[in-house]
């Protein structure tokens, strides 16, 4: 585990400005759940990074909250880019399924 949690440490400032690639951030979000010590690291990081932006501006900033919402939106985001990433590859299979039918089809009208 302590491997895991070197690559989340390195890994936590690329997650808090949303630059990991979808591998990375499901790595990174499964193991913020599956280790306190990570977990625990990831607060502080939020609490020093956006935590202390929010407070400078005055605005509220409930530690546990803010934790919860961010690991809940990146999941979000993470699903919306692999429906993306499906949703691409069925078009680039369709399209190449409509490129050999217009190939059979000249075949077809050739031969005839
Ligand atoms: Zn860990």
Known sequence: MRKECD???????????DSLSNEE?????????????????LSIALMIGPGMEKLEKGEVFHLKNELAA?????GLRLKKRKKLFQTATWMQILSIL???????????????
């Open 70 to 74: 961010v690991q809940e939106e990146a």
């Open 98 to 112: 409509a490129i050999a039918g217009a190939v059979v089809c000249v075949l077809i009208a050739w031969r005839t």
């Open 25 to 41: 951030l499901e790595r990174f979000l499964k193991h913020a759940s599956d280790c306190e010590d990570c977990k625990k690291e």
């Open 7 to 17: 690559w989340f440490a390195v890994h936590t400032k690329s997650f808090l400005s």
